[in-house]
């Protein structure tokens, strides 16, 4: 069964300093893994996108990057602000189905 | 454009009413999806359209229903409405498929409490 485990489930950091979230999934054929953002009553919104090839990926402060030998994604976020607090969702697609297997998210709390 | 929006935003039901989640596109994308959040738990697709006339079950797709007669819009319709159903509601599209690494768009949610 194709799984998407993310941590830590929630952190709390001070406004300024850098975080990493953790990704490990077991979907397979592997054909990418994006990276979504969730404010609190939200649709998510996506912030990185990588295919098999790519291994690291940036967006303003967030820098994903992704091995797919061993099945983990990070997302980095760099000199963290109060808007980052939000829900980070690693997402993996499978080939053929072409349909999205989701993780639990990570609850950011960024405090002043 | 306004990307992809829903209605209503908050909705209560009594148990075994029915009623119709809407969600339009205007981005001209095939493919359509919608998903339910429960607290704490991963987003799990419920039923997805790619293109016009053309619809699939997801993970969870009992006790709803779709259509898809346009290509901006996928309503879904909850059918004796029961207390496990109360979630929140995201309609999504993309341009092709997920294998294809299109960007996911999704809209803003519906609230939705099963009395």
């Known amino acids: 069964k194709n799984q998407v485990e993310q941590s830590p489930q929630s952190l709390i950091i001070l406004e300024g300093k850098n975080c990493t979230l953790q990704?490990?999934?077991?979907?397979?054929?592997?054909?990418?893994l994006r990276w979504y953002k969730q404010d609190t009553g939200r649709g998510p919104v996506s912030l990185t996108i990588?295919?098999?090839?790519?291994n690291t990926k940036s967006n303003g402060r967030y820098t994903a990057t992704l091995d797919a030998d061993t099945k983990q994604s990070s997302l980095h976020i760099t000199a963290s602000q109060l808007s980052d607090s939000a829900s980070y969702i690693c997402?993996?697609?499978?080939?053929?189905?072409?349909?999205?297997?989701f993780g639990k998210g990570t609850m950011l709390l960024v405090s002043p | 454009n306004a990307g992809v929006t829903q209605t209503p935003k908050f909705r209560i039901l009594k148990i075994g009413q029915s009623m119709t989640l809407q969600c339009t596109q205007d981005?001209?994308?095939?493919?359509m999806y919608w998903y339910r959040q429960d607290p704490g738990m991963g987003l799990k697709l419920i039923y997805y359209?790619?293109?016009?006339?053309?619809?699939d079950k997801g993970e969870v797709p009992n006790g709803y229903n779709v259509s898809r007669s346009t290509t901006e819009d996928f309503p879904l319709r909850l059918e004796l409405a029961a207390p496990s159903q109360t979630s929140v509601y995201f309609c999504?599209?993309?341009?092709?498929?997920?294998?294809?690494?299109?960007?996911?768009?999704f809209g803003p949610g519906t609230r939705l409490t099963v009395l």
């Open positions: 999504a599209s993309t341009r092709t498929s997920g294998t294809s690494g299109d960007t996911q768009y």
């Open positions: 990704c490990n999934y077991t979907v397979s054929p592997f054909s990418n």
């Open positions: 990588m295919t098999f090839s790519e």
């Open positions: 997402v993996v697609s499978a080939t053929p189905h072409s349909t999205l297997t």
């Open positions: 981005m001209n994308h095939n493919y």
């Open positions: 359209s790619v293109g016009a006339g053309i619809t």
